[in-house]
């Protein structure tokens, strides 16, 4: 079965950069659609950034321009870029997957698949 791990959460000062990475593992045919989610402490899981199984990418309006999401499909790693960093970015950062692809990438209960998550703290 597909699983998820994400590594590279950590802390950091505010305008600095931090990259996190999500290994996939458990399939190998159809590529699934893949996305970088984020849950500050007592609020809602929300969309950062997601990248279509033919490589199209989109991310949230309030990280456009500061976060990047990359894929190794070679690898199967996926990669969330984060630069300028603010405290509002402050939040536990989960890696999802999805064969739902489509324009309403950020809506949660379309990902079947979830890591871990890396929590990620900007001071």
């Known amino acids: 079965h597909v699983q998820l791990v994400e590594s590279g959460g950590g802390s950091v000062q505010a305008g600095g950069s931090l990259r996190l990475s999500c290994k996939s593992t458990g399939w190998t045919q159809t590529r699934l659609c893949m996305a970088w989610f984020r849950q500050p402490a007592g609020k809602e899981r929300g969309g950062v950034a997601y990248i279509d199984s033919d490589g199209t990418t989109e991310v949230a309006e309030s990280v456009k321009g500061r976060f990047t999401i990359s894929e190794d499909s070679g690898i199967n790693t996926l990669a969330l870029q984060m630069t300028s960093l603010e405290v509002e970015d402050t939040a536990m950062y989960y890696c999802?997957?999805?064969?739902?692809?489509?324009?309403?990438?950020?809506?949660?209960?379309?990902?079947?698949?979830w890591g871990q998550g890396t929590q990620v703290t900007v001071s």
């Open positions: 999802a997957a999805t064969w739902h692809c489509g324009r309403r990438w950020f809506v949660a209960s379309l990902y079947s698949y």
